[in-house]
């Protein structure tokens, strides 16, 4: 079965060609009230026609994402990130402020992966991932085990270990 659309050798094609009626139409008349409501008429058509040009415009347009910081107040906040997390794990869980040290580096975390997780030029830094990798290793810890819980010293060494390696990315500019 044949379909309507279907282009065969024996068809002719058809020009299509669009009617195009223009709205905007001045009329040359004497009475000159009716020659300011044409005028209005097409200032009214213009000036929506090129509203919509723009706000389209403006639409098509790549929105870029804001950027969450510069490099050197990346450094930074990753520098207090690094700190906090070596002083928590290095605190002795008898310790009265241990719970209170944890509180706070999951908030400072928190919002440092809130900040940094989006943006995609740190996304293939050495110095994100690592942090980013030792971040979710001390929470996840502390999420499981509470906030008083010692991490073992194999996972501890590791964490270390990560965040060593994104202190020297950080200083090299990675």
């Given at each position: 079965m044949?379909?309507?659309t279907l282009i065969t050798p024996t068809s002719k094609p058809q020009i299509l060609t669009p009617i195009i009626k223009p709205k905007c139409t001045i009329t040359t008349a004497t009475n000159s009230s009716s020659t300011t409501a044409a005028t209005q008429s097409c200032r009214r058509q213009?000036?929506?026609l090129?509203?919509?040009l723009i706000l389209s415009n403006s639409c098509l347009?790549?929105?870029?994402?804001?950027?969450a910081a510069s490099d050197e107040e990346y450094v930074k906040e990753t520098e207090e990130v690094i700190n906090k997390v070596r002083t928590t794990i290095k605190i002795d869980k008898n310790d009265p402020n241990v719970a209170d040290a944890v509180?706070?580096?999951?908030?400072t975390s928190n919002s440092w992966v809130a900040k940094y997780r989006r943006e995609k030029n740190l996304l293939g830094r050495p110095s994100f991932r690592d942090i980013y990798s030792a971040i979710n290793a001390v929470s996840g810890h502390y999420v499981s085990f509470g906030p008083t819980a010692p991490i073992p010293a194999k996972r501890?060494?590791?964490i270390l270990e990560e965040v060593d390696t994104a202190?020297?990315?950080l200083l090299r500019g990675r």
């Open positions: 044949a379909s309507p213009f000036l929506s090129t509203a919509t347009l790549p929105l870029t994402p804001a950027i509180a706070d580096l999951r908030e501890k060494a590791r202190e020297k990315a």
